[in-house]
């Protein structure tokens, strides 16, 4: 943990200059570099709930761009994020919020929605605990496409350890908002496979996510915890998803022998499944 976060106000960037620029200047050009060169599909509707890669932009951006210029529509009527991601660094039951008032990165400082987070601790019974948000990059790598596309906006960080889709898909039904918030789930696909194996892996973990399979395990996603939340809910509820883009760390910045596979999903409240 870092020193002074415990039930500090302030979350302080954790992996500014390893995943993103920590220079204010050089991160927001390559942010707005990212989402300038993504597509969009105006054939559907900006969606309510994207699942988005969280690497280093190099590997990354592109695939996270393309998810976040899916929602550029939609950005003068957002003013809440709920952001949940898997926690990587310590063991966790359940979904935890922080205490802290406010989450910083190298663009200034985003406020927390302190009130619905205190309400999820009441109707769902998530955890307030700052030390899973720590070193967490899962959330933070985030923020600073949501800061350069949204401007201003309240977030709710959630991380997430060992739960059920159902215990993560409650939390997700009680922060699910209205037109005003949109839901973030950070999540990468395989790791470590070589390019053709990490392929084949990344297609039927597509394949479950269109079906809202709430199956994933953390060999096919190390956020399987958060999207299968997501696809139980969007079952429940009968909201389609579809993908917008998909690839890994060999199409991008990477060496093919061993990658990392990335995709950005949406999930439309119209859609049909």
């Not at 993103?20 to 309510?48: M, N």
């Not at 959630?158 to 839901?183: C, F, K, M, Y």
């Amino acid at each position: 943990m870092r020193p002074g976060f415990e039930n500090a106000s302030v979350r302080p960037a954790a992996v500014a200059g390893m995943f993103y620029s920590d220079d204010p200047a050089e991160l927001r050009e390559s942010v707005e570099q990212f989402l300038a060169a993504a597509s969009i599909d105006h054939s559907h509707a900006p969606p309510k709930a994207l699942i988005v890669p969280h690497a280093g932009y190099m590997y990354s951006g592109r695939v996270a761009a393309s998810g976040y210029a899916s929602i550029a529509a939609r950005r003068n009527d957002i003013n809440r994020v709920v952001l949940l991601g898997p926690s990587h660094r310590v063991y966790l039951r359940g979904v935890a919020a922080p205490t802290a008032h406010a989450f910083a990165t190298p663009l200034g400082e985003i406020p927390i929605d302190r009130a619905l987070c205190d309400e999820l601790v009441q109707s769902t019974q998530i955890t307030l605990a700052d030390a899973p948000h720590a070193q967490e990059h899962s959330l933070e790598v985030q923020l600073p496409f949501l800061q350069v596309l949204l401007g201003e906006f309240e977030l709710v960080p959630l991380v997430a350890g060992e739960a059920s889709p159902g215990q993560t898909a409650a939390v997700l039904r009680n922060a699910w908002g209205d037109e005003h918030t949109v839901v973030l789930i950070s999540s990468d696909l395989s790791h470590y496979h070589p390019y053709d194996v990490a392929q084949h892996i990344d297609n039927e973990t597509s394949e479950l996510i269109l079906r809202r399979s709430a199956t994933l395990i953390g060999e096919q996603a190390c956020g399987a915890v958060c999207i299968n939340g997501l696809l139980h809910l969007a079952k429940e509820q009968g909201f389609g998803l579809r993908e917008i883009e998909r690839m890994n760390s060999g199409d991008t910045a990477g060496d093919r022998r061993r990658v990392v596979g990335y995709g950005a999903f949406a999930l439309d409240e119209g859609l049909q499944p």
